[in-house]
Nanobody, 126 residues
Framework: VQLQAFGGGLVQAGGSLRLSCAAS????????MGWFRQAPGKEREGVAAISWSGSITYYADSVKGRFTISRDNTKNTVYLQMNSLKPEDTAVYYC????????????????????WGQGTQVTVSS
């Protein structure tokens, strides 16, 4: 599957952005999906993940209550709604797909994911 993330941009603190990740291929609905981010000088970190059906979601503690992950399998797209953005949310955001089971102890591990999009920059100004 090929993934393309878009929707990033420059926003003031407290603002909102919605990222989208469009997938090609007919098997999108069988993949568990994740959003990751990487700030300069930092390791890539898991932000949120969603199961293939959309019934299970996970979030990093740093974004709980502010970010929402969702998917539309009819459109082969996964979304990340980001509200109440903070300067520390500034990073390149990546979407990723995995075939392995989505579980709480590993959803945030980048090596668990098989396919990656190219990333979209999110910059939050203070």
């Amino acid at each position: 599957v090929q993934l393309q993330a878009f929707g990033g941009g420059l926003v003031q603190a407290g603002g909102s952005l919605r990222l989208s990740c469009a997938a090609s291929g007919r098997a999108f609905s069988t993949y568990n999906m994740g959003w990751f981010r990487q700030a300069p000088g930092k390791e890539r970190e898991g932000v949120a993940a969603i199961s293939w059906s959309g019934s299970i979601t996970y979030y990093a503690d740093s974004v709980k209550g502010r970010f929402t992950i969702s998917r539309d399998n009819t459109k082969n797209t996964v979304y990340l709604q980001m509200n109440s953005l903070k300067p520390e949310d500034t990073a390149v955001y990546y979407c990723a797909a995995k075939t392995r089971v989505l579980i709480g102890s590993s959803w945030y591990s980048a090596h668990e994911y098989d396919y990656w999009g190219q990333g979209t920059q999110v910059t939050v100004s203070s």
